[in-house]
């Protein structure tokens, strides 16, 4: 079933064109993997997708009303003097998830015994999994998330995927970018190849 879709999606900075006409379906219980070389608009595409960045042109049409999104950035930026618990309460002001569902999201992730450090003496895999724990936040229709994997080890990659797999069978659509198809290939279930600003090809991994 259609979550949402964009349709012709033009966007570009300055003169530069960055996405020419671009459609993508993404659907509910899906695992979407966007792949292309650097500077092929995968970043735009997602940020666009996810509400960020407003196109030149296009639009995103979705099945019912606009989903709730969560993103994950390339590079997650919090004030340093926060904690991992301190930083999922202020979002959750905006998501509405309870103390109990934060608890339980820091648990998953595996940051639980960190959760009162600070955000500057994490390292890059906590990063990244505390920003898994942002996106995942109060249970969104859409997860987005950018180069999510970088900075994590096997395990911690292993785990990663496992989390949006149980989204996933949840009815959540997600979208992910990677350089890796060895990374990504069996763990999504759908792919979109992304070219010089348009979907080379694009449909399930089947």
Request: proline fraction near 4%; hydrophobic fraction near 40%.
């Amino acid at each position: 079933m259609t979550l949402c879709r964009l349709q012709q999606i033009h966007m570009g900075y300055g003169r530069e064109q960055v996405l020419c006409g671009v459609d993508l379906a993404i659907e509910r219980g899906t695992i979407l993997g966007l792949v292309g070389e650097n500077g092929s608009g995968k970043s735009t595409l997602l940020k666009i997708l996810a509400g960020v960045l407003r196109p030149r042109s296009g639009t995103l049409v979705a099945a019912g009303s606009r989903p709730r999104v969560g993103y994950m950035p390339e590079s997650s930026q919090w004030y340093p003097y926060l904690t991992g618990s301190q930083v999922l309460r202020y979002f959750a002001r905006f998501t509405g998830a309870s103390a109990s569902e934060q608890d339980e999201i820091l648990e998953r992730v595996g940051l639980t015994p960190h959760r009162d450090k600070k955000v500057a003496a994490y390292s890059k895999g906590m990063r990244q999994k505390l920003g898994l724990a942002q996106a995942i936040l109060g249970s969104p229709d859409l997860i987005v998330l950018d180069e999510p994997t970088n900075g994590l080890d096997p395990p911690g990659i292993l785990d990663f995927y496992g989390i949006l797999q149980e989204r996933a069978a949840e009815g959540v659509a997600i979208v992910l970018s990677s350089h890796l198809l060895a990374e990504i290939e069996g763990r999504t279930t759908h792919v979109a190849f992304l070219r010089d600003g348009r979907i080379a090809a694009s449909g399930s991994c089947a």
